[in-house]
């Protein structure tokens, strides 16, 4: 087998593109975490607010509790996330740097280094598209959480409109 990349013109294009293109993506998943954890911590600090109140019914202080330890479990979520996509996003960008080496051996006499190079890109690429799996399962189970509590906060809010509503 050659090095040489001539008889197929896309394998070079997609041997740099494919990692540019998913570096881009990790970029934007990325950004989109660290704006969700930012989110998370004002509504932390939301829940704190609103646990001074020293005249909280038990039961509204009971919620705002499960809230907050939600909150934080959702935090964490977006951490590991975010972790995850500048794992994909250094993978993601190593592998186009690695292509692009390996791409400029392909003309020459270093066969093993072509090789090796691709192989090396290869693997990487795989470490990067696990980790944006990873990512979008973080932010999977963040979301969930996020909805739990926008459940109680709904429930919450039907129980006050029945309960003001109700004949006296």
């Known amino acids: 087998m050659s090095g040489d990349l001539t008889p197929n013109p896309f394998a070079l294009l997609s041997l740099i593109g494919a990692p540019a293109v998913l570096t881009n993506a990790a970029s934007v998943l990325a950004l989109s975490t660290s704006n969700r954890f930012l989110r998370a911590s004002e509504r932390m600090r939301a829940l704190s607010t609103r646990t001074e109140d020293r005249n909280l019914s038990p039961e509204l202080r009971a919620l705002l509790l499960r ?60 470490v990067g598209a696990g980790g944006l799996v990873t990512a979008c399962l973080q932010l999977l189970r963040a979301t969930q959480l996020s909805m739990q509590n926008m459940s109680e906060e709904a429930a919450l809010i039907r129980s006050r409109e029945q309960t003001s509503s109700a004949p006296v």
Request: hydrophobic share 55%; no cysteine.
């Open 67 to 126: 809230q907050a330890d939600r909150t934080e479990r959702q935090a964490l979520y977006l951490l590991k996330g975010l972790r995850a996509a500048y794992v994909a996003l250094g993978s993601f960008a190593s592998a186009s740097l690695i292509s692009i080496l390996g791409a400029g051996l392909a003309g020459s006499r270093l066969h093993l280094g072509f090789h090796t190079m691709g192989a090396l890109a290869l693997a990487v690429g795989f």
